[in-house]
């Protein structure tokens, strides 16, 4: 991530305009006897349990008071925030103080119902009290608090943090809902209704005693279900004082729906790219000697005349760089040689180089037609996705990524469908982009509600969206990565099965896209994941040996040996394994190859 970062004199010079702003004060005043501290785990004795932090940890040196405190180091565009939702009553007088260490640290509260407040130290070499004041507007039960540092001028310290003010009216969880149904079902979703619950103020919906959504009013679509597959649905209303009994059962099956291109992939598949449009110390392998084990090949790379041309080539390795390149005739004999056995050859656009950003409606035809021709030539099977760098970003008016509105990805989109239409249902259709385009997106999307996120943040997620019933396998690419948190809100990072783990339990089991739970990214089928890995050390970073490979894909499709992360679930259909890449297997022995075979068979 990349902002400008505000220079410290400019910092300096807003001092007095800061403190000017209404409830930056320091009350001296005693709390009122019915006052209570309504931080949850202010001290952080519990580690960081009640708060969301993007990039924080506990620590037990240096503390205020008690064993631990926060420690929290701003990067690139990430203020290392941590925040807290805390429930309130309307028209009440809060005080919000804690205990800091570092530069520039701020404290403050949002979603107060009148002025939002925020106090801040420029320097506090030792820990140093910071203090505000808010009064909550008629209507307001929740308030976030937050601290957080600046970009780029190291860590910074909190603790004993706390909110002092009347506690809300807790009261009593609301009845049950009744008269759960359901209504429209298709291949991936089911439409339920139910009765409203006197003092509800909103319903938890649950699949299999599994939440997956909440809803404000009385009704829901769930998404992101498998075809011909019975569900089970239960409801619970929520109000502040919790959440109530849940609804009695309904069941809905799904319709068979599109298949997605996957019918006749083997039901455990093993994918790799194939360097087939340059060199490097892999060495060239020919289609032709690419072993039967192989049942998706993309081969790399075509890639546009330019970045927003649209216009994609796909030129194969010259003898000069490759000297035992075969012939175009041995390779697309080769090509029809390996599609009479039952496996897909595909061509993979973009690559680390190939930049394509499709700006105009005239970009998406110039793709679609340029495409058509690659696949039309050497009669492949279909398409591989491999857009990295700069290629997707989102405007930062596009917050929904289930209606996009940036050129780029609506134009991808537009062109994608194209093709499948085009091609028919056996068209395969795959992608491979990188966890900061997908699983980012659990954190960030775009440049965020208040800007300044890197825009390419979970930038992916409208395209797999909007394919989904046509998507043939997502294989995102677990290495070159850096930490990325999952479902359990803890970073992990690459090197062992639980980064693999974790990422791939978030595709299976979706999850709330920037932490909003009403704005949730529907889990993918297992049929259509594989799991991304390099080959080699020589291939990429984020290598595991064989032995995290299987621990990794016992944990998913067996549930066993996961370690410290707790997957949703477990999916014996999970597809399989993707590589980068055929060569660099090769140059290690095959031993990607000989992992797969010996687990699947």
């Known amino acids: 991530m990349d902002r400008p970062r505000r220079t410290r004199p400019v910092l300096a010079a807003l001092t007095a305009a800061l403190l000017a702003v209404p409830g930056i004060t320091a009350l001296s005043s005693a709390a009122r006897a019915a006052d209570a501290d309504l931080a949850r785990n202010g001290g952080f004795e519990s580690g960081l349990d009640g708060w969301s932090c993007t990039a924080g940890t506990t620590v037990g040196s240096p503390?205020?008071?008690?064993?631990?405190?926060?420690?929290?180091?701003?990067?690139?565009?990430?203020?290392?925030?941590?925040a807290q939702t805390v429930t309130v009553q309307p028209d009440a007088q809060y005080t919000l103080s804690g205990y800091f260490r570092g530069s520039y640290v701020y404290l403050g509260a949002s979603g107060t119902g009148t002025t939002d407040v925020s106090t801040w130290t420029q320097s506090a070499p030792d820990w140093q009290r910071l203090t505000t004041s808010f009064r909550t507007g008629p209507a307001t039960t929740k308030v976030t608090i937050h601290t957080h540092g600046w970009y780029g001028t190291g860590a910074y310290y909190a603790d004993d943090i706390s909110l002092v003010g009347p506690g809300a009216s807790t009261g009593q969880p609301p009845a049950a809902p009744t008269g759960l149904t359901v209504g429209a079902v298709t291949s991936s979703s089911a439409t339920l209704s139910w009765s409203a619950v006197t003092g509800a103020t909103s319903y938890a919906v649950y699949r299999d005693g599994t939440k997956v959504r909440t809803?404000?009013?009385?009704?829901?679509?769930?998404?992101?279900l498998s075809p011909s597959t019975a569900y089970g649905f239960q409801v619970a209303a929520v109000n502040a004082a919790g959440e109530s009994a849940r609804s009695a059962t309904v069941t809905a099956t799904t319709t068979a729906g599109p298949s997605g291109g996957t019918s006749d992939l083997p039901a455990h598949a093993l994918v790799g790219y194939l360097h087939a449009s340059f060199a490097n110390g892999s060495g060239y392998t020919r289609l032709a000697d690419v072993p039967d084990s192989w049942d998706v090949i993309d081969l790399a790379f075509g890639e546009p005349t330019s970045a927003t041309s649209g216009d994609i080539r796909f030129t194969r390795c010259p003898v000069t760089d490759c000297p035992?390149?075969?012939?175009?005739?041995?390779?697309?004999?080769?090509?029809?040689?390996?599609?009479?056995?039952?496996?897909?050859?595909?061509i993979s656009i973009g690559g680390q180089n190939g930049q394509v950003q499709l700006t105009t409606t005239a970009a998406r035809d110039a793709f679609v037609s340029s495409v058509s021709n690659i696949i039309d030539t050497y009669g492949l099977d279909g398409l591989d996705i491999d857009f990295e760098g700069h290629s997707l970003s989102l405007n930062a008016d596009d917050t929904d990524f289930r209606n996009p509105k940036t050129p780029v990805i609506v134009n991808l989109i537009s062109a994608l469908k194209t093709l499948k239409a085009r091609y028919g249902s056996k068209f395969?259709?795959?992608?491979?982009?990188?966890?900061?385009?997908?699983?980012?997106?659990?954190?960030?999307?775009?440049?965020?509600?208040?800007?300044?996120?890197?825009?390419?943040?979970?930038?992916?997620?409208?395209?797999?969206?909007?394919?989904r019933d046509d998507l043939t396998l997502l294989h995102?690419?677990?290495?070159?990565?850096g930490p990325i948190m999952g479902l359990d809100n803890q970073y992990h990072s690459m090197g062992g099965a639980d980064f693999h783990i974790a990422m791939t339990d978030m595709l299976l089991t979706g999850f709330p896209v920037a932490g909003d739970a009403n704005n949730v990214f529907p889990p993918l089928r297992p049929d259509q994941v594989a799991i991304g890995m390099p080959a080699s050390t020589n291939a990429g970073n984020g290598y595991v040996a064989p032995a995290e490979v299987v621990k990794t894909l016992d944990c998913l499709t067996k549930r066993s040996g996961c370690g410290s992360y707790p997957t949703h679930g477990s999916w014996p259909a999970l597809r399989g394994l993707m590589t980068w890449s055929v060569n660099w297997d090769r140059y290690s022995n095959w031993e990607f190859q000989k992992t797969f075979d010996g687990y699947f068979g």
């Open 63 to 82: 503390v205020h008071s008690g064993g631990s405190a926060l420690q929290a180091t701003p990067a690139g565009s990430d203020n290392a925030q941590c």
């Open 215 to 224: 809803a404000s009013g009385t009704s829901a679509t769930v998404t992101g």
């Open 324 to 346: 035992n390149a075969e012939s175009d005739a041995d390779f697309k004999a080769a090509i029809k040689a390996k599609q009479a056995t039952g496996k897909k050859v595909l």
């Open 428 to 467: 395969v259709l795959t992608m491979a982009p990188e966890t900061f385009f997908v699983q980012m997106g659990y954190q960030y999307y775009g440049t965020g509600k208040w800007g300044g996120q890197d825009p390419r943040c979970g930038a992916y997620l409208p395209v797999i969206h909007a394919l």
């Open 476 to 481: 995102v690419q677990d290495y070159n990565s």
